[in-house]
């Protein structure tokens, strides 16, 4: 049987049924490529009792996990919710044509945590990702999601890719955003969402450039026009 269990967002995230599940499957893997964890997989070794084999993309979207479920009960373990990546969608996908049993075991992800910032889940429009930056390749395709949400006046959460430090990801923002002609105000930083490190700041572009402390796993938010009740959240933080 194949498993796949979210372990949500700081150590202690873990579901009680999921860890319960995990420690009695013959093998565990975690997926390694989506996100910075804020914890070693040494903690998480400890707390499951077990070893934890890292698993990359290549490893994840190919048919091997499947095939070794069809054996033994096996587990996938996800930071924050199993299902927010395409890639454990199509897992399942391929669970499901070999009739191979598997259960989703859920938990906190970053898509709970933000409406700590104070706004408004309903208000935030489709979600965009960003990607790390090469000499040869400046993806910033992204910044269309963002044009997409301001122009019905939705939040844009970017969410920042593997291994991208901070002021990287502030540098890759405005060169993005100049092309795209998009104003960078005042934006929502959110860092470690989740755990007792965690890090919420409402400032102006031109502050961000400055910090260089921000810890990953974090993420960027472009406020659209502001509920007064956001704002005052907002203001608070």
């Known amino acids: 049987m194949l498993y796949i269990i979210g372990l949500g967002l700081n150590i202690d995230g873990i579901s009680k049924f999921g860890l319960a599940v995990a420690k009695r499957c013959k093998k565990l893997y975690i997926e390694n490529y989506t996100v910075d964890f804020p914890y070693s997989l040494g903690d998480l ?130 060169q993005a955003a100049d092309k795209h002609d998009i104003p960078l105000k005042k934006l929502v930083i959110c860092s470690r969402l989740g755990t007792k490190h965690k890090k919420i700041l409402y400032r102006n572009f031109k502050e961000l450039q400055e910090f260089e402390s921000i810890k990953k796993p974090y993420c960027i938010i472009i406020p659209s026009k502001l509920h007064f009740l956001e704002k005052e959240v907002l203001e608070d933080v």
């Open 45 to 174: 070794q400890e707390l499951v009792g077990k070893k934890i084999i890292p698993a990359d993309r290549k490893k994840v979207e190919s048919l091997e996990l499947v095939d070794e479920a069809q054996r033994r009960d096996i587990a996938l373990l996800v930071y924050g919710s199993p299902l927010t990546a395409t890639t454990h969608i199509s897992l399942i996908q391929e669970a499901k044509k070999s009739k191979i049993r598997y259960k989703i075991i859920y938990a906190a992800s970053v898509f709970d945590a933000i409406a700590e910032t104070g706004l408004q889940l309903y208000k935030f429009g489709k979600i965009a990702s960003m990607p790390a930056w090469k000499k040869s390749f400046t993806p910033d395709s992204f910044m269309k999601i963002v044009q997409e949400n301001m122009s019905m006046k939705a939040h844009s959460l970017i969410l920042v890719d593997i291994g991208l430090e901070f002021p990287d990801a502030i540098q890759q923002l405005k």
